[in-house]
């Protein structure tokens, strides 16, 4: 079993900053990419940024210069440090990672964190 816990969601005014982190946990032989989505209610899943095991980074364009992934790969987590918070950013903020738990069969799955709640206010 393996488990993505996310923590470092709350409530904010714009302007300010939060830090997001999040853990994988379990049965794990290797790491991909590790990333952040966020969905706002009435809109679909987007991706705010992601990260290989290398360190090579990719962001949406309404994040860039305002949000910095990162992640401690032996501790097994990513973090996400949001700043220059806008009302727009409010969301449920979701971990992914794409997990290899077989040396034998090595076959990658996507694994999700049960989402924390960033809000933004004016």
């Known amino acids: 079993q393996v488990q993505l816990v996310e923590s470092g969601g709350g409530l904010v005014q714009a302007g300010g900053s939060l830090r997001l982190s999040c853990a994988a946990s379990?049965?794990?032989?290797?790491?991909?990419?590790m990333g952040w989505y966020r969905q706002a209610p009435g809109n679909k899943r987007e991706l705010v940024a992601t990260?290989?095991?290398?360190?090579?980074?990719n962001y949406a364009d309404s994040v860039k210069g305002r949000f910095t992934i990162s992640r401690d790969n032996a501790k097994n987590t990513v973090y996400l440090q949001m700043n220059s918070l806008k009302p727009e950013d409010t969301a449920v903020y979701y971990c992914n990672a794409n997990i290899v738990i077989s040396p034998i069969v090595r076959i990658p799955r996507d694994y999700w964190g049960q989402g924390t709640q960033v809000t933004v206010s004016s």
């Open positions: 990260i290989t095991s290398s360190g090579r980074t």
């Open positions: 379990g049965s794990i032989f290797s790491i991909n990419d």
